[in-house]
């Protein structure tokens, strides 16, 4: 019986995590001098990965991700399907996989080290910062191999209009993520 209440709990958060992804994503406010918005789903993927154990973080991401890829429009501006993910800013979907892992293992590996709530929040906003700069990774690759666009072009179309708002996403997530832990009570 124990374990079952465990793993109903895990799935109906995992469950929570997906649909506060699916929602955050579509969130987007567009920018004058790109055709790139500012989208909430990297604030959902980054509470997630702060928040959940590894495995449940991992599963909700990729739950997201299917529901994505099978047509359900929860992508940016209420995108869905294949197309979405081989487009030129698809890498930076493919990218919350690894951020969220990168993220979740480096709080694992560090957080139980610190006792205070000051360096565990920086340890948790250090392990979110690691995820994001992996999704950067994947997403420019990807930018730059369909669209030949040279590096440092990409850098500043894909990257430097995100660094602010996606360190504000950042900053939200892990300090909500105290309280979400709390409300979740993980064992």
Known sequence: MIKTKIEVISLVRIAMFSAIICVTSVITVPLPFTAIPITLGLFGILLAGVTLPTKEAMIAVGAFILIGLIGVPVFSSFRGGAGVLVSPTGGYIIGYLPCTLAASLFILLFE??????????????SGALLGVVLCYAFGLAQFVFITKTP????IAKT??????????????????????????KFQ
Not at 151 to 154: G, M
Not at 170 to 177: D, G, N, Q, R
């Open 112 to 125: 139980k080290r610190v006792s205070n709530n000051t360096l565990r929040f920086l340890v948790r906003f």
């Open 151 to 154: 590096p440092a072009a990409a």
């Open 159 to 184: 990257i430097l209009p995100f660094i602010l708002p996606d360190a504000i996403k950042t900053f939200f997530a892990v300090f909500l993520s105290f309280r979400l832990k709390n409300i979740l």
